[in-house]
């Protein structure tokens, strides 16, 4: 079965960290463009980071420059995105996807979706 299962998501308090994990089954992630994508209530979904299908080259977004980290374990065919001094702000459902695009990619470009994994941020 052909499928993404995105993870990782909970509660955290402003400041603290959080590791989301974008597991593959079924077929080969290291040969597609993985991005992180989000979405708050009432908002469109966002590009949040994305990894080139090498690894070689990255995205981040303005909003998380020098946070979060984008990472591949080609051996766990598994892209990893962790989250640093997490802010309120940062609160949505986070999704990955994968693209034949190079980064960064629009949602529509994107091939196939994890279900999200819900992060909140909140004292």
């Known amino acids: 079965q052909v499928q993404l299962v995105d993870s990782g998501g909970g509660l955290v308090q402003p400041g603290g960290s959080l590791r989301l994990s974008c597991a593959a089954s079924?077929?080969?992630?290291?040969?597609?463009?993985v991005g992180w994508f989000r979405q708050a209530p009432g908002k469109e979904r966002e590009g949040v980071s994305c990894?080139?299908?090498?690894?070689?080259?990255?995205y981040y977004a303005d909003s998380v420059k020098g946070r979060f980290t984008i990472s591949r374990d080609t051996a766990k065919n598994t892209v990893y995105l962790q989250m640093n001094s997490l802010k309120p702000e940062d609160t949505a459902v986070y999704y990955c996807?994968?693209?034949?695009?190079?980064?960064?990619?629009?949602?529509?470009?994107?091939?196939?979706w994890g279900k999200g994994t819900q992060v909140t941020v909140s004292s």
């Open positions: 996807a994968t693209s034949t695009y190079l980064c960064p990619y629009s949602p529509r470009a994107a091939r196939s």
């Open positions: 079924g077929f080969t992630l290291q040969y597609y463009t």
């Open positions: 990894i080139s299908s090498s690894g070689d080259n990255t």
